[in-house]
């Protein structure tokens, strides 16, 4: 399954931004253990987007309806529901140690571009590692969004942490506590990343204290 979901991100992404040639997946099974060499790292890349489009089940034409954004008073603050799509770049980066090399571990750095209720940029890295295990790997990753939400412009850092168990997708993306400013200090929530056809989306369930 994972080798299943590796090729379709690759080739609707990936392979777009000419990463990685479409035939990457092949490069797994040559990976002797203990040695981790740049083709691996642009493999967990795709691990990682594996993720996001095992869990969405939402047929891309229903992304896009208009974006709608569905407020809900809940005492002190605001729940609104933000979406959109977003572009997102990853470039592997070199082993900068003696100890992240000997981690065997994929680095990554992430560049998107937010569009739909989030207008934004972010920057960050990420890491990954797969097991000998066929559909078992993991991912973390922290990103800084700078943009604007709804009106309101700051910044924030999300949060990623991802695990795949035989197959098994478990994802999970939060804002970091404290981590607004400007007029997104108070930010909390969560995001759901989806991927359909090659195209990148988000939903993010937000709230921000109530303006006084």
Same mark, same amino acid.
């Given at each position: 399954?994972?080798?299943?979901?590796?090729?379709?991100?690759?080739?609707?992404?990936?392979?777009? $931004?000419?990463?990685?040639?479409?035939?990457?997946?092949?490069?797994?099974?040559?990976?002797?253990?203990?040695?981790?060499?740049?083709?691996?790292?642009?493999?967990?890349?795709?691990?990682?987007?594996?993720?996001?489009?095992?869990?969405?089940?939402?047929?891309?034409?229903?992304?896009?309806?208009?974006?709608?954004?569905?407020? +809900?008073?809940?005492?002190?603050?605001?729940?609104?529901?933000?979406?959109?799509?977003?572009?997102?770049?990853?470039?592997?980066?070199?082993?900068?140690?003696?100890?992240?090399?000997?981690?065997?571990?994929? $680095?990554?750095?992430?560049?998107?571009?937010?569009?739909?209720?989030?207008? /934004?940029?972010?920057?960050?890295?990420?890491?990954?590692?797969?097991?000998?295990?066929?559909?078992? /790997?993991?991912?973390?990753?922290?990103?800084?969004?700078?943009?604007?939400?709804?009106?309101?412009?700051?910044?924030?850092?999300?949060?990623?942490?991802?695990?795949?168990? $035989?197959? +098994?997708?478990?994802?999970?993306?939060?804002?970091?506590?404290?981590?607004?400013?400007?007029?997104?200090?108070?930010?909390?929530?969560?995001?759901?990343?989806?991927?359909?056809?090659?195209?990148?989306?988000?939903?993010?369930?937000?709230?921000?204290?109530?303006?006084?």
């Amino acid at each position: 399954m994972i080798h299943h979901l590796i090729r379709r991100v690759l080739i609707g992404k990936f392979a777009a $931004r000419e990463i990685v040639p479409d035939n990457s997946v092949g490069i797994v099974g040559k990976i002797l253990p203990g040695r981790l060499s740049m083709a691996a790292a642009i493999i967990l890349v795709a691990v990682g987007m594996a993720f996001a489009q095992a869990q969405s089940p939402v047929p891309a034409q229903s992304q896009s309806a208009p974006v709608q954004s569905s407020p +809900v008073q809940k005492g002190a603050s605001m729940t609104k529901h933000a979406k959109g799509a977003f572009d997102v770049k990853v470039t592997p980066q070199k082993p900068d140690s003696k100890e992240a090399e000997t981690s065997k571990l994929g $680095r990554m750095s992430l560049d998107k571009q937010f569009h739909g209720d989030l207008e /934004a940029t972010s920057t960050g890295e990420m890491l990954a590692a797969m097991t000998e295990i066929k559909g078992s /790997a993991g991912y973390v990753a922290m990103e800084r969004v700078n943009g604007t939400l709804q009106g309101k412009s700051g910044t924030f850092v999300l949060q990623h942490l991802g695990t795949m168990t $035989r197959g +098994v997708p478990q994802m999970n993306v939060t804002v970091v506590p404290d981590s607004g400013t400007d007029g997104l200090v108070g930010l909390t929530g969560t995001m759901t990343i989806k991927i359909e056809e090659g195209k990148h989306f988000y939903e993010f369930d937000y709230t921000l204290p109530a303006a006084k």
